[in-house]
């Protein structure tokens, strides 16, 4: 039988009750609940004149039974029933008592009433006495944080982690609860209405890292997590199907797409899709042959990387192994899922799968928030700056902390991680690992917190220093909110131990639960900020930090109900590694596995062979001797692998001798710029290192984003890491950019399968709203954007808007030599799309698309860029007048608030035209741009916008207009400004809700843009 993911064999447990003095006969039988959680039975018949005392037998029993396999209820019986045949007769057992899991024994406080079912759904149990200790029941670190969770909620308390281990019964913690003050728990804030597709929402932090890992290496599908299931019986492929597409529906997470604007991402929720399951028939093949196939099979598809800008993020696959045999193997991103989520989706999988095959209703409860809202709380949290006091603990703890553990490598580190890895597996039978797991107890300490201090303990002895770092998991999932939810959410801890041979096993047990407790306080910070604070020196050599992990699993096994089927977890052999090495542990019913997991182009198998006997004999030595210090024990076992000298060598590929080539000064000074501007900071030494002033993983993305945009040479994210100095970037840039210089046309998106469309940059000179309307045309649209020629600095400008538009033409023959084009601008990016649109048709080319945004047919001041002719001027409040609803009601307030103003502007340009009489001006805006600063760039192309003259265009544009909120809804019809005076095939005409210099700092009005536009662009 199983229960609470372990295999159960009652004999093993009839058999230990029947040595203790008083049991002659012992029957163990497996309960469940009408709440479905399951509980150990115990039916014993007495010895002549002896009583059965269960708190005696308990006792007993953990001597030599893990806490698993000691029964939650003892039930005395004078003889066991047995048929006519000898069996026993189950049937004639006596019913069995607690029914429920919340009628509890013992309890006496309100408080004790309130807190026992949280402690049942948590340890899965059936009852609970209020002396019951929550570790001896099976409690772990995990069950803990859910606990606090739940306690929190419900009470309106904040419980720390180091609160469970001091106040471990359901008496002592009620008590304490009792003594805390009440507050008020803040819920995460749920999405109200529906979901905006077209919307962009921020990452997580826990994604945020692993989006940027993405990003700076080749991770080679490192990052998937793959599920492999052995099923028996009769699988019903569509209904697992329809299920999975609930599921899909149900969780947006599952149907969630990444990108990234200038740098910084987000994620998108993509409507519903009907998943896919291809299914592989290997049934008929010879085992052997079977077994290699299948291996190939999962290795395969397991690691194959999913394209996390189109998606899907998950995908199932299903090979048939037999008449009634199948492995299931599903893949997800870690963007998405995590090791819990495995939990969450394997309860409703099965509850759907099982209604779909019976043909019976099946209903969820609602879901109370989506992953998208625990990211934006998240962000908005340390926005906040509520984790002042958790990051000051993490810069006391990891100061001064070596970059890299020295791990006794057998091969020079590579200068970039490759992530290519294998597994060591180990097994230590019940025969071994019984004796050492029960025979050392320490008090308010867990099965994990004892192997993870062996395992610092045998770090300490395979690299000989006392200063051990390793990385720990951490659910992540502190909200009751949270439990129910498919997501990303564990977060990475960091142990900084002292592991002095000195001291006893048992001593550095009760150190080492004090660090994790304190880290488990403080794990509301995640580790991307940590290392942002910490500012460890960076390599792409190796993760920051932590180089070596360390996880407890749990079996999930019997979370999986899918109808009638039988169902196993199957173990996966990786073949990529996230760290150095990182060891994996879970208990079995027959005994501990282990999992080493290591880098190949680091370890070989032989070294990590030896390295996981050392680590196994030193296990039982510790477990056995508690009391003895460590210093001989580490001494009496077989030598440590010597440290290579190759250890703290990097092999670096071989680069350009950048020693005496002189800096260009454009260079520095487009770098200099950039790297002010993200590290803000008024002004950059050569010298100074990126990371050093506050750079991390996400800045070095932003930065090299920003350099593309400025340069159009794509700079690989690792170059950042391996130059993190200005001096250095720069002089990589001028080698391996050898052509670099100033690119007017700029590829903000790159298919392709499409035409482009070509936008035009305004007044500024550059392209920045390109890139904020980027996210919102379709996926495959291929979009560029042309800047000024002079933005550069060096560069001198252009003179007239008829050259600007004949060069910037020549710049898009050469990206599409064959028509239709499509273009557009803002502002002034407009005026010259004109310009580029009429020289394109007297070329004989055909224009597709001719998009104005907010642009119209008036020639500004040279001087003073506010300032418009007077008949211009009159043109455009004509138009204005014409696009006005008549109704009294609506216009009188117009009229009140624009009479006085031109009165005022006309009477001052009359007053102007008289000779003595000029005084300085006050100017009045039609549409003014945000103010420019006073560069040659922008004086010019104010001279060439003041002499421009309008001339006919043979083809039809599209006009989309800005008005402000306030007056929107007073505006009836739609009038061109006086462009149908210069396209020829008409004026089409949009209202966006907004004002000129704010436009594209609004995502709803530029997902209006992206609308607007999309029809028009050639499929």
Not at 217 to 243: C, E, F, K
Not at 290 to 311: C, H, M, N, S
């Amino acid at each position: 039988m199983k229960l609470r993911g372990f295999r159960i064999e009652p004999a093993e447990i009839e058999q230990a009750l029947c040595q203790h003095s008083t049991i002659a006969q012992a029957l163990v039988v497996a309960d469940e609940l009408s709440s479905g959680i399951k509980r150990l039975v115990a039916y014993l018949v007495a010895k002549s004149g002896d009583v059965i005392k269960p708190d005696d037998l308990r006792a007993f029993l953990k001597t030599s039974l893990p806490d698993y396999l000691i029964p939650n209820v003892f039930i005395p019986l004078v003889a066991i029933p047995l048929t006519a045949n000898g069996k026993v007769d189950k049937a004639n057992l006596p019913s069995i008592p607690f029914d429920t899991p919340h009628h509890q024994v013992d309890l006496q406080t309100p408080t004790e009433r309130a807190m026992a079912p949280l402690w049942t759904s948590v340890l899965r149990i059936g009852k609970l006495n209020r002396s019951d200790h929550f570790f001896d029941m099976g409690g772990s670190s995990l069950m803990a944080i859910q606990l606090i969770s739940l306690i929190s909620q419900q009470f309106g308390v904040r419980l720390r982690m180091t609160d469970v281990f001091n106040y471990p019964t359901l008496h002592k913690l009620g008590g304490y609860i009792d003594a805390l003050p009440r507050e008020l728990v803040q819920s995460i804030p749920g999405s109200s209405g529906k979901i905006d597709l077209t919307a962009h929402f921020p990452l997580s932090f826990a994604q945020n890292r692993l989006w940027i890992l993405e990003q700076l290496y080749s991770v080679q599908g490192a990052y998937n997590v793959p599920i492999v299931l052995r099923i028996s019986g009769s699988l019903n492929l569509p209904s697992l199907q329809q299920s999975l597409n609930q599921l899909i529906d149900r969780h947006q997470i599952l149907r969630t797409t990444f990108g990234h604007t200038n740098g910084v991402a987000f994620q998108k929720i993509e409507p519903a899709f009907l998943i896919d399951i291809p299914v592989s028939d290997f049934a008929n093949l010879m085992d052997f042959v079977q077994q290699e196939t299948v291996d190939g099979w999962l290795r395969e598809l397991a690691y194959q990387p999913f394209d996390l800008i189109k998606g899907p993020l998950v995908r199932v696959n299903v090979a048939k192994v037999g008449e009634m045999s199948w492995l299931l193997l599903l893949t997800v991103h870690h963007l998405i899922f995590d090791g819990l989520s495995t939990r969450v989706l394997a309860r409703e999988l099965s509850l759907l799968y099982t209604a779909q095959v019976q043909g019976l209703p099946v209903s969820l409860s609602p879901l109370p928030i989506q992953y998208v809202d625990y990211a934006r709380w998240q962000t908005e949290q340390y926005g906040l700056g509520t984790l002042t006091r958790q990051l000051e603990y993490w810069r006391n703890q990891l100061a001064g902390v070596a970059p890299i553990l020295t791990l006794p490598i057998d091969k020079s580190r590579p200068a970039s991680e490759s992530f290519r890895g294998a597994d060591y597996c180990f097994f230590l039978p019940n025969s071994r690992w019984h004796p050492l797991r029960h025979g050392f107890q320490e008090p308010d300490t867990t099965l994990f917190l004892r192997v993870l201090t062996a395992y610092m303990v045998w770090l300490r002895q395979i690299t000989g220093l006392q200063d051990i770092v390793i990385g720990i998991p951490v659910a992540g999932r502190s909200n009751p909110e949270l439990d129910g939810l498919i997501g990303f959410f564990v977060n990475t801890l960091v142990l900084r131990a002292d592991v002095s041979a000195d001291l006893t096993f048992r001593q550095l047990v009760r150190k080492v639960r004090q660090l994790a407790l304190d880290a488990y306080e403080h794990q509301a910070v995640p580790f991307e900020q940590i290392v942002a604070e910490v500012s460890p020196s960076r390599s792409q050599a190796y993760s920051p930090l932590v180089q070596v992990f360390f996880d407890f699993q749990e079996d999930t096994t019997n979370c999986w109900a899918l109808n009638d089927l039988q169902i196993e977890s199957v173990p996966f052999q990786q073949h990529r590694a996230k760290f150095d090495l990182s060891l994996s542990c879970q208990e079995a019913n027959d005994g501990l596995m282990g999992t080493f997991t290591y880098r190949t182009d680091l370890f070989t198998e032989q070294a990590i062979t030896k390295l996981a006997d050392q680590f196994i004999q030193l296990l039982e030595q510790l477990l056995t001797q508690p009391d003895q210090a460590v210093e001989p024990l580490i001494g009496g076992l077989s030598a440590p692998l010597s440290i290579s000298p190759d250890q703290s060598r990097i092999t670096r590929p071989e680069e350009p001798d950048l020693a005496g080539q002189l800096l260009h000064p454009s260079v520095v000074k487009l770098l200099e710029k950039i790297w002010c501007e993200l590290l803000e900071r008024p002004t950059m030494g050569l010298d100074d290192d990126f990371f050093a002033l506050g750079g991390h993983s996400l800045l070095a993305l932003q930065l090299t984003v920003a350099i593309q945009r400025q340069t159009t040479h794509s700079l690989p994210i690792s170059s950042v890491f391996a130059h993190p100095t200005l001096r250095q970037l720069a002089l990589y840039l001028q080698t391996s950019q050898s052509d670099l210089a100033w690119q007017c046309l700029v590829g903000v998106k790159s298919p392709e399968a499409k035409n482009p469309l070509f936008l035009v940059h305004p007044i500024s000179g550059d392209i920045h709203y390109v890139y904020q309307l980027a996210p919102y045309l379709s996926e495959g649209q291929p979009l560029y954007g042309l800047r000024a020629v002079g933005l550069d600095g060096t560069t001198q400008p252009l003179k007239s808007i008829e050259a600007m538009a004949a060069h910037y033409i020549q710049l898009i023959l050469q990206k599409q030599p064959k028509g239709p084009y499509s273009l557009g601008g803002f502002s002034l990016g407009g005026i010259i799309a004109f310009e580029m649109a009429r020289q394109l048709t007297q070329m004989g080319r055909e224009v597709q698309l001719l998009a104005l945004i907010d642009a119209y047919p008036i020639n500004p001041d040279a001087d003073n860029h506010t300032k418009y002719p007077l008949h211009q001027l009159l043109g455009y409040y004509y138009q204005y007048w014409r696009s006005l609803s008549k109704h009294p009601v609506v216009l009188l307030p117009i009229l009140r608030q624009k009479i006085p103003w031109i009165s005022h502007y006309l009477f001052r340009r009359l007053w102007q035209t008289v000779p003595g009489l000029r005084r300085s001006e006050v100017s009045y805006s039609v549409e003014q741009d945000a103010s420019e600063p006073d560069s040659l760039l922008v004086r010019s192309l104010r001279e060439a916008y003041s002499r421009y003259e309008f001339k006919p265009y043979k083809g039809k544009l599209v006009f989309l207009r800005a008005i402000k909120a306030n007056t929107f809804a007073l505006v009836s019809k739609k009038v061109d400004f006086g462009w149908g005076r210069h396209a020829r095939q008409g004026v089409e005409v949009y209202h966006l809700v907004g004002e000129h210099n704010t436009l594209f700092s609004d995502p709803e009005t530029i997902a209006e843009i992206g609308r607007i536009l999309q029809p028009y662009l050639i499929p």
